[in-house]
Nanobody, 124 residues
Framework: QVQLVESGGGSVQSGGSLRLSCAASGDSLSTYSMGWFRQIPGNEREGVAVIARDDGKILYAESVKGRFTISRDNAKNTLYLQMNSLKPEDTAMYLC?????????????????WGQGTQVTVSS
């Protein structure tokens, strides 16, 4: 079973950039569909970007299209999220998720493995 640990969060000003990393252990990342989700206290967890296993197809939430880029390095067993042109509304806890089956969906219910999250705070 895979374990996921996120890093790279922090505080930035509006317009800034951050790169999040999700390091996997216990299994090979290449056999999982992976995704980034975010959550604000009191709100539902929302999908940000996902990348499917096998064909590597990618799906982004409309709110981050053109600003965020998801990628994976199977050799390093790590998933990334490059976040540019950050806005205050991007402030949230960002979590990495994985599932052994083919997934190309932003719905959180379809992912079985989760990290603890890394906080991103964007000030105006």
């Amino acid at each position: 079973q895979v374990q996921l640990v996120e890093s790279g969060g922090g505080s930035v000003q509006s317009g800034g950039s951050l790169r999040l990393s999700c390091a996997a252990s216990g299994d090979s990342l290449s056999t999982y569909s992976m995704g980034w989700f975010r959550q604000i206290p009191g709100n539902e967890r929302e999908g940000v970007a996902v990348i499917a296993r096998d064909d590597g197809k990618i799906l982004y939430a409309e709110s981050v299209k053109g600003r965020f880029t998801i990628s994976r390095d199977n050799a390093k067993n790590t998933l990334y999220l490059q976040m540019n042109s950050l806005k205050p509304e991007d402030t949230a806890m960002y979590l990495c998720a994985a599932d052994r089956t083919y997934r190309l969906t932003l719905h959180r219910f379809w992912y079985n493995y989760w990290g603890q999250g890394t906080q991103v705070t964007v000030s105006s």
